[in-house]
């Protein structure tokens, strides 16, 4: 379920409440929920899982991303709370593909090569080629 793509950051698909001391124990810091209230029926809501990672000692943020796509203040949101994480971050929402991209494009703007990123991406089983484009942007010259 969770994938490691480095040692700062894992994405996963939607967790449930009962994962979130399995994820406690499994080192984790912080929960970022990328995914928004009530995509899906059935889905648990923000609030369940805040209150649980919260209970388990964990940070809980919520920067959700709809399928309109990715903003500035998203991406500087995954910023702050991959630096202000006191240890490794865990993020999810359906499929950890919008968590991921999330995470590549903070990286980017943070000046990160767009090629280790997507290396990284791959290893963990993602493919951000359809966002390289944005990458580059972000980045700058390497």
Request: with cysteine; glycine share 8%; aromatic share 4%.
């Amino acid at each position: 379920m969770i994938r490691h793509i480095n040692e700062s950051i894992s994405v996963a698909p939607q967790i449930g409440v009962e994962h979130v001391a399995e994820i406690a124990a499994a080192g984790f810091k912080t929960i970022v929920n990328n995914r928004p209230d009530d995509e899906d029926a059935g889905q648990p809501s923000g609030d369940a899982i805040r209150a649980a990672a919260e209970a388990a000692g964990l940070n809980y943020v919520a920067i959700p991303v709809t399928h309109a796509g990715f903003s500035h203040p998203q991406i500087d949101a995954m910023t702050q709370a991959l630096v202000e994480a006191d240890g490794p971050v865990l993020a999810y929402c359906r499929s950890g593909t919008r968590s991921c991209n999330l995470w590549a494009l903070a990286a980017a703007k943070a000046g990160r090569n767009p090629n280790l990123l997507l290396a990284q991406a791959e290893d963990a089983g993602y493919d951000l080629r359809g966002i390289r484009p944005m990458l580059d942007a972000l980045a700058g010259p390497q």
